[in-house]
């Protein structure tokens, strides 16, 4: 209904930002239609096209338009936008292909968590047909909140009388964004991965790059971390990369994939895990754990290697990092 209301508004953004930009430093666009008829995506991107962006990218991720109804099963595909449209290919490829058209700026799309894989490497892949340029990993997740088990199961959000469908980013979705990141910059390294999701800190992007990212966005990482995240992660990455001695992103670009393999395909190392008794404290978290092969004796575990079979959990566990995992004997 309202599909144009914010283009004054981001027209006077995009004079604003400009002149203040490195002119190697791009305005991307992006693109929300609240329903799935191509035509009016493709109408709606040459009109913000227009306003002086370098790129565009369509948020077809968005879960509030899930948000809004208790059964999207019953919406018919024309009401399905952002995250359910993102989520269904039928319906986002041609989309895609009329944005693709309706513009000479590169495109890209932000792929919903919600497609799920190998969906998204399918999408990817004909999305690539279509021409779009770069793909962005990931929007965030619709979600249902916990219900408040001190009053009755009702809804925890105070300025809601209902516990409504909802979304989240943050930190749970880093696990989301390292898996498409990864599996779609090495599929399709003809097109660009900018991986968001869970982005909170330096070493995030880092761990973004190395897994083939060619940029990275944040949201809840500036929200709790406040907007000065961006300059302390610009030079947390000068240190790291003079530590490390890279002289430019590409040193560590993508260096990631080299390791990213089947794990049918990987050799395993037949170890075994040994606590160091020195560092140990004796809790005995770990013996009460789920392993069999931990037993305290003497208040200090004890690792029968018979049944040890090199998972690595007693160290997550471990509170001080006792155990060592070395080759069996
Ligand atoms: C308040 C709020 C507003 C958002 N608005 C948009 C938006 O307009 N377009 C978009 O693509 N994503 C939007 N997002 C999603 C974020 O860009 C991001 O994809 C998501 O939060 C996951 O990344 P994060 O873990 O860094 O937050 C919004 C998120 C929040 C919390
Ligand atoms: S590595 Fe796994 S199997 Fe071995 S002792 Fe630790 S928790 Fe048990
Ligand atoms: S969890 Fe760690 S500190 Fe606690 S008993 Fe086991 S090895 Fe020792």
Redesign the pocket.
Known sequence: KNLFNFLPWAEELVENIKPYLPPDVPVIA?V?VHDADPEKWARHTEKVASLGADLI?L?T??PVGAMGHIDARKLPPEAKWGMLMGASPEILLPVLEAVVEATNLPVGF?LSPEVGYPRMLYLVEESVKIGIRYV?T???YFAVAPPDIWDHGVGKFPALEANCLA?????A??FS?YKATALISKHFPQIDTFA?????SAEHVVEAIMLGANAC???????SGGIKLLTRTNEWLDEYMKKCSYTKIDDFKGIGLRHLRASTEAKFYYYVAQPDLGLCNGCGKCAESYCPAITMQKGKPVVDARHCGCCGMCNFICPVDAFNYIPRS
């Open positions: 992006q929300l990218e948020n991720g968005c932000k962005v990931t929007h965030k979304d989240f980013g943050g930190s979705l880093r964004m968001g999701g869970g982005i909170v966005q944040t949201l809840t990482g500036i929200v």
